[in-house]
C-alpha cells in the first residue's frame, strides 16, 4: 500500500522517496490517506510516525497495522452430477472478506466466464457479466450427448488494478447417480505475536505488543447425494480465541508545579500509562452445519474434486481493559479496570475451496491436506475426509 497527504485536508506537507512529512498548525492535526496498490488476499499493513516537538525531539508513534480486506470468488453448481441433457444451475459469489471475518458482496462487477470442455452443450451467458444486487452471477449448464461435463472459469480483476482473483467449477456428466457416506474433520490453529518498540535513543517511550491465538475444531458424518442438500447424520463444534493487546506510553518530559517554586519544573522522565485490552471468545452455535462437496472428474483415473466447510457459528466472549497510570509530578500510581458482559461479535463461516485428490478405488475416497490458515501471518487448517461410496436411496421424509 501507499500513503499520502490527504487531498483538500488544510495542512503543509514536504513528500520524499519513502517520508511524508507534515508541518501541522491547527488544531485539526494532519491527515494522511492510505491507498492498496496491489494483492487482494487478506492481510495487515504496517507503518511508522514520528513527532517533532518543541526542542526538536522525535518520539516514535506505533501505528495500528491496516486491515487489508480480501477479495473472495466462490463458484458452486447446484448439481456436481448430471445426466446428458440435463441442465443445472451455477451461482457465483463476489465479495470482500474483511479481518474478522465478514462477507461483503460486490455489486455491479464485471466477471469474466467461460467454459472448456463444452462438445454440444452450453453455458449461459458468458464472456463479461454483472453481479446482481447480491454480488452474485447466475449461470445455467446445458449438458450435451458427447461430451464427460465441464469446467467453468471466473475471472475479476478491478479496473486499474493490477491483481485479480479466479474460481474454477466443474459439473460432470455420470450414467448413473454416486452417494457417498463418510466423515470431515476440520482443524483450525492460529497464533500470531507483533512487537513494536521505539528507538532507545530518543527521548521518550512508546511499545506496543499485540498476540492472538485461535483454536477451532469441527468434525462432521454426512451423506452426500447428487444434486440434494447434505444429510446430517452427527455434527460437532468448539472454538476459543484471546486477542490480547498491550501498551506502554512514557513521555520525555512532564512539567510540574512545585510549591515554592515560580512556573514549571521539567522532570524526566515524565508521566507514563499502561494498558492492556483482552478478549477472550467461545463458538457457539447459530444454526450451525457441516457441508460437504465431492466430484469424481475422471472415472478413469480416480481423480476427484473435494471441498467443505461449516457455517452457522458466532464468537461471543468478554472484553477486559486494565491501566495503569503514573503522574510524574506527584509520584502517584493509579489504577482502573473495566470488564465487560458476554457480547456477540462476528459470525464465523469456513470454506476450505477446491482440493485435488485421488482415488485408487471408485468407492472409497479418504485425504488429507494442511494449508496456509492466513496468508503472511501463518496458522494452519488441517481437513481429514473419509467417504465410502453407498447405493443412492432416498432419505425418508
Not at 186 to 210: L, M, T, W, Y
Not at 242 to 257: G, K, P, W
Not at 356 to 383: A, N, S, W
Amino acid at each position: 500500500g501507499e500513503l499520502e497527504p490527504t487531498k483538500g485536508f488544510p495542512q503543509d506537507f514536504v513528500v520524499t522517496e519513502n517520508q511524508i512529512w507534515l508541518r501541522l498548525t491547527r488544531e485539526e492535526g494532519g491527515s494522511v490517506t492510505y491507498t492498496l496498490q496491489e494483492g487482494m488476499d487478506l492481510d495487515f499493513d504496517d507503518f511508522q510516525v514520528k513527532t517533532c516537538g518543541i526542542g526538536k525531539v522525535l518520539v516514535m508513534e506505533i501505528m495500528p497495522p491496516v486491515p487489508i480486506a480480501g477479495v473472495v470468488m466462490e463458484l458452486e453448481p447446484e448439481e456436481v452430477y448430471i445426466h446428458p441433457g440435463d441442465s443445472t444451475a451455477i451461482e457465483g459469489r463476489l465479495f470482500v472478506l474483511t479481518p474478522l471475518g465478514k462477507r461483503v458482496p460486490l455489486v455491479g462487477e464485471v466477471v469474466d466466464v467461460h467454459a472448456e470442455g463444452l462438445v454440444d452443450g452450453s453455458l449461459e451467458p458468458q464472456g463479461k457479466v454483472k453481479t446482481d444486487g447480491e454480488g452474485k452471477i447466475r449461470l445455467t449448464y446445458k449438458a450435451g450427448y458427447k461430451e464427460e461435463g465441464i469446467t467453468v472459469f471466473a475471472r475479476y480483476q478491478p479496473e486499474g488494478y493490477p491483481d485479480e482473483v479466479k474460481e474454477r467449477t466443474s459439473v460432470s456428466l455420470v450414467e448413473e447417480p454416486r452417494c457417498w457416506r463418510g466423515k470431515v474433520d476440520i482443524v483450525i490453529d492460529f497464533g500470531h505475536r507483533g512487537i513494536e518498540k521505539g528507538n532507545p535513543e530518543e527521548c521518550g517511550r512508546r511499545e506496543a505488543e499485540s498476540e492472538m491465538e485461535r483454536h477451532v475444531h469441527v468434525w462432521g458424518e454426512m451423506i452426500l447425494r447428487p444434486g440434494e442438500p447434505e444429510e446430517i447424520i452427527a455434527q460437532y463444534f468448539s472454538g476459543t480465541q484471546i486477542m490480547r493487546i498491550r501498551t506502554f506510553d512514557e513521555s520525555c518530559v512532564t512539567l510540574c508545579r512545585q510549591k515554592g517554586v515560580k512556573g514549571e519544573v521539567p522532570v524526566r522522565p515524565g508521566s507514563w500509562e499502561k494498558t492492556e485490552t483482552t478478549l477472550r471468545a467461545t463458538l457457539h452455535d447459530k444454526k450451525f452445519r457441516v457441508f460437504a462437496n465431492l466430484v469424481l472428474l475422471d472415472r478413469k483415473t480416480g481423480k476427484y474434486r473435494f471441498s467443505c466447510g461449516f457455517a452457522g457459528l458466532v464468537w461471543k466472549g468478554f472484553v477486559e481493559n486494565y491501566g495503569q497510570y503514573y503522574n510524574a509530578c506527584t509520584g502517584e500510581t493509579r489504577e482502573e479496570r473495566t470488564a465487560s458482559q458476554e457480547v456477540e461479535f462476528e459470525r464465523f463461516d469456513f470454506s476450505s475451496g477446491e482440493l485435488e485428490g485421488q482415488t485408487l478405488t471408485l468407492d472409497k475416497i479418504h485425504g488429507e491436506r494442511v494449508v496456509e490458515y492466513i496468508p503472511h501471518l501463518g496458522g494452519t487448517v488441517k481437513y481429514a475426509w473419509d467417504f465410502e461410496r453407498i447405493p443412492c436411496v432416498q432419505k425418508e421424509e
